[in-house]
């Protein structure tokens, strides 16, 4: 189809099927479970997936959209263009997904990946454990196979929305004697068994977006084991990679924003001459301005890199890094710019976006721990990209 | 002045870190925040504070007080910042200074020997928007015979959900942003005409939004001159709350140096990583640096002196230092850290708040360089 | 605009990259210093330039030069900051930007060939005092006929002293600050009544006081009305400055990075500790960040869009960039970064001048501030 | 001596004593060849060494002052008072005296404390190699013992004014074969011998206060072995911890001086509503001024606290690292305050003080590598005061 076409009939179809109550992109993936509850997400979700709009690069054959990549481009355009919402969300489009079709047999993306295109089935990531953080590879958790079936004992940590999930993606370990990163095998398990405990964590904001997952004798088939046994460490790090180059979204906005640091200043601590009056709160401004607009060229530059048939250079290795500093700094710059009224928990005193301002510094502090600490994003760039030694 | 403590103050401090430890310890805090107490403090150990002379310690000995100064009660505040003991000690010892350094002799011989057995809670009521501005107050106060009447709206008083009474900065005569016209007024939280409400911060400690329409007000110091008089008031405040913070700091920074001892990954301790060992020591300095702020800070208040300066130089210095340390001690201990359950983000949820209160460090450098000319 | 170059400019590129390396090597930079060769560069090696093509890179086809764009300009400047080149490149380019930009037919057509033949040098004096100032011109030019008389002093003006003609910014009406009154003129730097110093800098790199005392100058643009011009210039010379800034910021991390790989103590290559490593991917960072913001800056340059923004940007962004990386390398060399002997310090003392050049990043991020209008 | 008396009587003494122009205290080390080199500074030298005042503390039996700590603290708020420079300077009074009191044998100290003292004999130290920076105790210079003299050879580096000096304390390799921190013997010779060859190093800054120094059969006496044979590395230590806990002088100014960046801010960038003109600027001369009198504060504590008798804290361990950093920050502000005033290197179109700005700001690049890297000191801190592990 030409594109011209395909983005006057995708607009057209946009405009009439996308409830407006979904034309509010971007939301925090906090706020994911919720956002995608309501009547209208389940509408948009079910008319997007019938077109495989919900996975519009991934082969029609599973359900998928089947674009090429000028036509998605176009597509993205026309979905920023009315900030519609994608028509699902989660660990299953981004993560697991791409990781069968790289990894999994095609029986297992028979099974699993159309589920995940309809929305039909929800997934979870079971890596972390307590003694087991920026460490991954020292993950304990244990999984025996037995008839068929592998038997997991042990305890997963940082379960990010396992309350909601149906199936989970996990690193066991398979073999205890072998060296660390050798004994580890890549399963996949249905949560609602009774071998299966969840408990939310609640943090620092008040929210528990987060999971203790506990496996008592819980149970993964052995048709769902992903590459070979013993295998899995490979398969896990390719999949954080999907994660931590996970780059913000390109599409243009059209017209020039006013930057959201300075209207909040204004409003919270005004101007002299056109000037935020606080030279040291403008100056802060300007500075997260210009790194916010530094790291989106950089993504430009790398998209375009990318598509000029360029091999993906060092240049990703900085996303998670910087990124996780910028949105940190973000939610605190929003806090912090309110002064008192961006330090408050709760009730009436404050308005929506001021308790908002003050959850979301809290919980921000959390992005530059999960997903690779930076102090891991830094030993990567700076072994792998850079070359550094070990000691 | 000398930069150590003598043995009175030693004791003093000796004795806090015993009772902070063992009768106020965090779980305590913990415990007040998941009860929702409305008064936000506990009533039992308040009671011992008092009975410990604390409510004293500032307050001189014609009144009842121990006259033990600035010092004395800075090293108290720092054992309760490690432990994030709520008390209305702070507020209360900062209206006392107020009135010790305005009040009338009447006023004084009324009120200060009430501080110091305890029997009177006091708070200042300066702020008017989200951001410190000491001249800021719209408020305004009107003569009524030998009193006044006061209409306008106060936010962020500290304590002021608790206190018997309120020091109200209040306007006579010009506009919110003039530092001629201002006027203190003591007035009684429970008189007719005010009403107060708690705010819920994120550090789960006490601040009020206060409302006064035509509220009864007694003057404190003098009509219209009262800039010096709440300068030099808020200069005790912002010292006496950076000898809190820099208890917090303190805290925060060594329970972060113990856990990167013990935390293993790849197979070693994490404090064993150079990366964390430079951060962890440059944080070493910024926090013996703070050691010595917060005293000399707190010796010029005893020792009259120039407070303005090192008002400013102190609160700068903890905010920035405060917030430093916390940030630092959530990454390093990664995801437990960012829980509930653990007590480390407790530490940065009050720097948040010390922070804003008395002026953050944008305002203290302004004043810091103007103060010097410059 | 698309953020990568097209095959004309790779290939410019690999022809600098060349040409630099083995032509004009930082050998030849340190020689013209420690001779103190008056020229401030060597005329064979700006010979080989000019039949390279690179004085026509960004002169339009129709005058004679290549048409390749600021682009394709940039990638060069790009290999001559890693190579610490000297030469009049940038300061002509800048100067026939703007006759290009505000220049009548006339002129272009005298002016524009004879610099891509490498005919004629040009410069821009528009600073009177020691940080940048735009509009802060009190040199004033008076009418007298077809041509103006210009009196006044510039200073740190960029090749000043090799220049053939100055591009000279003066005011006809108004005061030193206003941004209207302000007008550009063409003055013969080997006219009379023009008095050139040069002025010996830390980075051994041309620059010159220059007086006029009612010197002839030529009218380029409207008179009264330069600000535009002046600042269309300004931003193509912060942005080509920024290209410049970027190929030393990244010889000098190169550098820096190797060295911590074979330098040993402890029995260990410096690299291997944690704490090196953490800063030297901070540096990258920083860099990889840099090579985006001048790519966009000099398509900007190329495909008509807003450039303010970016240019303050841009230079902002090197400025700090190359402060940064030129500091860091210092110390991680430790003894032997500081002796003259070793090359890196030349990295410190360029950044040093380029950061004081056509504004510092305090000017760009009040101008940043400005322009989006807080 | 009542301290009143000796009060009023060094005054007096001063007034009558110290030439004009050796009252410029305080001036650069590197500097001090230089300025200790006028016919006015030679005659300071020898009327205060006649007293003992060149060395105010040290026992009379060597030619020392004697003072007890509260007649010394007279005598340095006296100096002050005039900015008078010390009568003598150098390594001998700062470092190998105090290493020889502590170390030296009785002879030792006679053949050498009282030259020190008189300003006869001036010295330099012989510590650093190529190879051995940070790395100190990985040195390589060879001494070897033959009847009763030591001969050396190799090389060392950053030998601070070896051009200037008579004699070098120096750390060699007396066993090759130990481990490396006992292999080291303390030595001192003398630097007028065919041996020894100096070069001066050229530095970024321009100038050569430090020198390559090469041993080629160099002689040091058996009766200047300091301490024991292949002990030296505990003295030598010893030494370093006199140059990294030497705090700035205490005496205090009277007076209010005026803050000097906000002078040279207000010459180079002017004032708005009595505020400097650009805010950033501003800032950074708050922030510097804070942190220097934060430390200023500090100093003032440990001496308090040892005054008080208190066992001196972990807080020394700050000094070097932050008084570096002070300083090197320091001179660049002033540069960077300067403009491109501030970046001149020579010629009438700069004033001194500028071109000082600039040479300064290069000269105290080093600040934060010479006598321990802040690298070398923040490891210092975490390992021996945190207790931080060792990998």
């Keep these: ?126 890596y972390s454990e307590p003694g087991s953080g920026s460490d991954l590879a020292s993950l304990q958790t244990k999984a025996v196979l037995k008839d068929g079936k592998f038997v997991l004992n042990g305890q997963k940590i940082w379960t990010s929305g396992a309350q909601h999930a149906d199936w989970m993606f996990a690193l066991v370990r398979t073999d205890p004697n072998a060296a660390k990163h050798d004994g580890i095998s890549f399963v996949l398990l249905d949560m609602h068994q009774s071998g299966v405990t969840i408990k939310p964590i609640p943090l620092i ?28 460490w490979s398969v896990g790090k390719r999949l954080l990679q999907y994660e931590r180059s996970a780059a913000p ?4 906005k059209k017209g020039k924003p006013a930057n959201p640091y300075a209207l909040t200043a204004k409003e919270y601590i005004g101007e002299i001459d056109g000037k935020i009056a606080d030279s040291e709160a403008r100056e802060k401004i300007v500075k997260q301005t210009m790194l916010e607009k530094s790291m989106q060229l950089t993504v430009k530059r790398v998209f375009e890199e990318s598509k000029s048939g ?28 309110r002064g008192t009224a961006g330090a408050g928990w709760e009730g009436d005193s404050f308005t929506e976006k001021e308790l908002d301002a003050c959850r979301g510094w809290l919980r921000d502090r959390a992005v530059t721990i999960y997903g690779g600490t930076n102090e891991v994003q830094m030993n990567i760039i700076s072994k792998r990209v850079l070359g550094l030694p070990d000691k | 002045m000398p930069l150590v403590l003598n043995e009175e103050q030693n004791m003093l401090r000796d004795s806090a870190k015993d009772f902070c430890t063992n009768s106020a310890p965090i779980a305590q805090f ?31 000995e014609e009144f009842g007080g121990l006259g033990f100064g600035f010092l004395g009660l ?61 001249y800021g107050a719209a408020t305004r106060a009107e003569k009524a015979g030998s009193t006044y009447q006061v209409t306008g709206k106060k936010t962020f008083v500290i304590d002021g959900n608790v206190a018997d009474k309120l020091i109200v900065v209040a306007r006579t005569s010009g506009n919110a942003g003039d530092r001629d016209g201002l ?59 950076s000898a809190e913070m820099l208890g917090g700091t303190q805290e925060c920074f ?72 916390s940030a630092e001690s959530i990454q390093m201990h990664g995801g437990i850290g960012m829980t509930d359950e653990y007590d480390i983000g407790f530490f940065m949820k009050r720097s948040r708040v010390c922070e804003a209160a008395f002026g953050n460090s944008s305002f203290h450098r302004d004043r810091y360089a103007t103060i010097q000319g410059y």
């Design chain 2, 254 to 325: 060594e329970r972060t140096v113990e856990y990167l001892k013990v935390r293993e990954q790849f197979g070693s301790p994490i404090g064993s990583f150079q990366g964390l060992q430079h951060r962890a020591s440059v944080m070493f300095c910024e926090v013996e640096m703070s050691k010595s702020v917060v005293l000399e800070a707190l010796s010029a208040l005893d020792d009259p002196d120039d407070i303005a300066e090192l008002a400013s130089l102190a609160k700068t210095r903890l905010n920035d230092t405060f917030n430093l340390v």
């Design chain 1, 310 to 337: 360029k091999a993906p250079g060092a240049t990703t290795s900085i996303f998670k890094l910087v990124g996780s500093t910028i949105s940190k700094e973000s939610s605190a710059l929003q806090s912090e710019l």
């Design chain 1, 249 to 252: 979204s390109r599409a243009k």
């Design chain 1, 1 to 126: 189809m030409n594109l011209d076409t395909f983005r006057a009939e995708t607009r057209e179809w946009l405009e009439a099927n996308c409830p407006q109550s979904m034309r509010n992109n971007p939301f925090h993936f906090e706020d994911a479970h919720e956002v995608y509850s309501t009547d209208d997400a389940i509408v948009w979700r079910d008319r997007m997936a019938a077109k495989g709009w919900t996975a519009p690069t991934w082969p029609k054959a599973y359900g998928g959209g089947g674009m090429d990549y000028d036509t998605h481009r176009v597509f993205q355009e026309e979905m920023a263009a009315i900030k519609a919402l994608p028509g699902a969300t989660g660990m299953g489009l981004a993560m697991i997904g791409p990781t069968l079709m790289e990894y999994g047999t095609e029986e297992q993306r028979q099974r699993h990946i159309p589920k995940i295109i309809t929305g039909e089935v929800t997934w979870c990531q079971g």
């Design chain 2, 183 to 241: 006027t203190l007024l003591l007035v009684d939280r429970q008189s007719a005409g005010v009403t107060v409400t708690k705010t819920i911060m994120t550090d789960s400690r006490n601040a009020a939004n206060i409302s006064f329409d035509g509220a009864n007000g007694e003057l404190l110091g003098a009509e219209g001159n009262g800039a010096d008089l709440l300068d030099r008031t808020l200069d005790v405040a912002r010292i006496l709350l």
């Design chain 2, 30 to 60: 913990r415990q007040l925040r998941d009860d929702k107490i409305e008064a936000g403090f506990d009533q039992q150990t308040w009671q011992q504070m008092i009975e410990l002379g604390w409510t004293g310690i500032t307050v001189p």
């Design chain 2, 74 to 134: 800075g090293v108290v505040l720092e054992e309760c910042g490690r432990t994030l003991t709520a008390s209305p000690l702070l507020s209360t010892a900062i209206g006392a200074a107020a009135i010790a350094d305005g009040g009338s002799g009447e006023q004084k011989s009324a009120l200060l020997p009430k501080v110091a057995e305890g029997e009177l809670l006091l708070a200042l009521a300066v702020e008017e928007s989200a951001h410190h501005n000491p």
């Design chain 1, 205 to 232: 904001s008040g929210s528990s977006p987060f999971c203790e997952t506990f496996f008592d004798d819980a149970v993964a088939l052995e048709e769902d084991l992903v590459s070979e046994l013993n295998k899995g």
